[in-house]
């Protein structure tokens, strides 16, 4: 058994950081199973579920106190695992919900929505996730509590909020039987390019999303 095996299982399973890092795995291990597409019909309420219980981490995250490392530069963990197929996955079993659109700081006036994809956003967070695990697996514990903290509030926290607010109106208009009328109706095999498939997608999105409130776009 290795020596970060070792100080894994030998922690206190109250304790707060290997409760926080049971749960960055266990969200990396679900995700990665999702994506393998063996469940395609349950891959939307797979992923909310997943999405909100790593919420709940970074939550505890958020409230705690600032984290300081034990070493004023940063370990170098290695390489980033490539996650290109994980987000190839990702794109097909959530095709065509897979984009959405978001609006990336609510504090800033006059930001219109920008189209986003749910796949991107998932293998974004778990590279953040991932880069923490490798330090928290080596023993570091308090690097792996730093970073985790620290892309809580700069980049995975945000992203996953967005993602977890698309698959939550996905799954509400199957629920609801308010059917996405427009996005079904659009043909993503012609030839258009990229950008405009996202912009087009993420304005339905945006009426979608603004109807239940009574808001509607501008003629």
Known sequence: MSDATLHATDQNPDDFAVQIADQVESFLVAVTEIAKGDEPESAVPFLLLEVSQLLLAGGRLGAHEDIVPDERYEPDPGPEPD???????????????????????PYEPRKAPVPARISDDLTDVITDLRHGMVHYRAGRTTEALWWWQFSYFSNWG???????RALQSVLAHVRLNQPLAELDGLDTDQDMGDDTLEIEAGRVMAEEIAGPLGLRPAK
């Open 83 to 105: 996650v290109d197929e994980l987000r190839e996955n990702l794109a097909r079993l959530l095709d065509p919900v897979d984009v959405y659109s978001e609006v990336f700081d």
């Open 158 to 164: 945000s992203t996953a909020s967005a993602t977890l």
